[in-house]
């Protein structure tokens, strides 16, 4: 199906912040003389929308609920667009995708990625990644490109977990 297909996404009221978003996705996309097509939109929708990371085909089976087409291709080659863009991060970790929380801005993150919810943070990494360079630079090697990565537990699934050695 091609990325013109028919879809919900006008019909639907997104929140403001989600809203906001999209603005300045567009804006900074037509900035580059490139377009927010439907399917790449609602493709930002739908991560902008979750608070944690969705996998290539979780993104697919929502796209298709809103009838743009169920091969996986439909998917790739929206999220392989966002990240080309700066829009969206791919998490190499856990083979999953994650709406920028700074689009249109240079910077390097790290991503906090919680184990039991998947839930994830990102946060400014400029200074780690200027760590891990210059350790790399004096073992004579060049850094190209980063992905800083942790899990863990974000504090709603901190709160009710055991302590590690606790019994159960």
Same mark, same amino acid.
Do not use: W
């Given at each position: ?18 809203? +906001? +978003?999209?603005?300045? !996705?567009?804006?900074? =996309? ?6 927010? #097509?439907?399917?790449?939109?609602? #493709? ?13 085909? $979780? ?15 439909? !998917?790739?080659?929206?999220? $392989?667009? =966002? ?6 991060? %791919? ?7 994650? +709406? ?27 200074? =780690?990644? !200027? ?21 863990? =537990?974000?504090?709603?699934? %901190? ?10």
């Amino acid at each position: 199906m091609t990325e013109s297909a028919p879809h919900s996404t006008g019909a639907r009221k997104l929140p403001t912040p989600v809203a +906001a +978003a999209i603005d300045r !996705a567009e804006s900074l =996309l037509q900035g580059q003389g490139l377009r927010l #097509t439907p399917v790449r939109r609602r #493709t930002l929708e739908i991560l902008l929308e979750t608070p944690g990371a969705l996998g290539a085909y $979780d993104v697919l089976a929502r796209l298709a609920a809103d009838g743009f087409g169920s091969q996986p291709p439909v !998917a790739y080659r929206a999220l $392989d667009f =966002l990240v080309e863009h700066g829009l969206v991060h %791919r998490l190499r970790r856990i083979n999953a995708f994650t +709406a920028c929380s700074h689009p249109g801005e240079h910077h390097h993150a790290a991503f906090l990625i919680c184990r039991n919810c998947k839930r994830v943070e990102e946060v400014h990494a400029e200074h =780690l990644r !200027a760590t891990l360079v210059s350790d790399a630079r004096r073992a004579g090697f060049e850094v190209e490109r980063t992905s800083l990565e942790a899990s863990g =537990l974000c504090p709603d699934c %901190r709160e009710g977990a055991i302590p590690d050695g606790a019994a159960t």
